[in-house]
């Protein structure tokens, strides 16, 4: 069945880099995809998808779409992110964004147009598919604390699944590869908001102020003794300071206050709670040392993505199949962060990055960044992986 799935891919081929050339030509950033999904709902349902439900979140971004197999059997999910970032497109190729500042510079449109190349291929085999198939048009991967995997999930869209794949197109790896992990492979991402407030003063008299860059000196330095000496080396984890900020122009006044903002990544939630405690008493020791007081925020904006093991082995076999066992390696763990998580949270899922990389096309430039570009040729190979692991995992019951 494999050899038909991806056969049957190739010969959509054009259809499918075509839906990615019109994605990309209108894109629209998270929580706005209207007219994405308008375009997603109308193809699902000339294809005889039933669509179960249309809009996430309040809004009417994202859709979710139900294939029921010609025999009895479980449900497996597939999900692609739809949306796009708000950047100023530099590529000059014919179907570049026609909106100002509108892009899409992560290859959301190529997740979309190969989940939809993907609904081709399985109604064309519906007849023997043992089970349903769920489709996943998820609207605001990019939208940190509002994200769309959080609202759909909790919208009841894995409602009866049994396990769920997905992909990410990845400009570090060349086209026709893959790369997957069992366990965790994107990193948990927290968000720190932090002022620490002391007492201005004349900068010639210090003893009258109380003076908070002193202590937001020593933060900056302590956070990485805890990174260093209250987590194991045989854990991965970053805790970065992103804003700094005290005082204005003037070179004789001790401000009043600074602020602080950063962000800390980890793959093992505990690791993540022994992170989070330890900044919360390093900050309140450092303060209460430096006379200061302080506000601290600290948000857990997107969890870890966990991988797990038996479904991860299911699209690897399947990705060996369709690419060759030569294309299919082990990734290195991803510092950056993935919604995908929460579906991850809910049911068995596997999450894994196809390769678009093709140095003489330009697509290996960084993700979100305004030329970066998708191969368009690595796209049927990836509408295949995705229908062949269906496939694979209603065949073993889900
Ligand atoms: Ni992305």
């Not at 994405?36 to 809009?55: A, H, M, Q, R, S």
Request: net charge negative; hydrophobic share 40%; aromatic share 6%.
């Amino acid at each position: 069945m494999l050899k038909k799935i991806k056969d049957l891919a190739v010969s959509h081929g054009e259809e499918i880099v075509a839906l990615r050339h019109h994605f990309h030509t209108h894109p629209e950033v998270a929580w706005e995809e209207v007219e994405t999904t308008k375009k997603i709902v109308d193809i699902l349902e000339k294809l005889g998808y039933t669509i179960v439900k249309k809009g996430f979140g309040g809004t009417e971004c994202g859709v979710v779409a139900d294939l029921k197999g010609g025999k009895p059997g479980g449900c497996v999910a597939l999900r692609a992110d739809i949306d796009a970032l708000p950047l100023q497109e530099e590529n000059d190729v014919p179907y570049a964004s026609k909106k100002p500042c509108v892009m899409h510079a992560c290859g959301h449109d190529a997740h979309a147009a190969m989940l939809l190349g993907t609904a081709m291929v399985l109604a064309k085999i519906r007849d023997e598919i043992p089970g349903t198939v769920r489709l996943l048009f998820q609207p605001a991967e990019e939208s940190g604390l509002k994200a769309g995997a959080k609202a759909m999930v909790e919208e009841g869209a894995l409602e009866g699944v049994d396990s769920i794949g997905g992909l990410h197109c990845w400009s570090l790896a060349p086209t026709g590869t893959v790369l997957y992990r069992s366990g965790p492979i994107m990193a948990a991402a927290d968000g720190w908001y932090l002022t620490i407030k002391g007492k201005g003063g004349h900068g010639s008299a210090p003893e009258n102020a109380i003076d908070p860059t002193i202590t937001a000196a020593n933060l900056v330095l302590n956070l990485q003794a805890i990174v260093g000496r209250e987590v194991s080396a045989k854990e991965t984890v970053v805790i970065s300071t992103g804003v700094m900020k005290a005082g204005e122009t003037v070179f004789n006044i001790i401000p009043d206050s600074v602020t602080m903002n950063g962000t800390v990544r980890s793959f093992n939630p505990a690791v993540q709670d022994t992170v989070e405690a330890a900044m919360r008493r390093v900050i309140a020791g450092l303060c209460a040392a430096g006379r200061c007081e302080f506000s601290l925020d600290y948000k857990r904006f997107i969890p870890a993505t966990i991988n797990d093991h038996e479904v991860t082995m299911t699209a690897k076999a399947v990705c060996e199949d369709i690419l060759g066992a030569e294309n299919v390696k082990e990734s290195e763990l991803v510092m950056g962060s993935e919604d995908y998580s929460y579906f991850e949270q809910k049911v068995p899922g596997t999450y894994f990055f196809l390769g678009t990389a093709n140095p003489d096309k330009g697509t290996n430039t960084a993700h979100h960044h305004p030329k970066f570009n998708v191969d368009d040729d690595a796209l049927p190979a990836g509408s295949a992986i995705l229908a062949g692991f269906a496939w694979a995992r209603l065949t073993k019951n889900g």
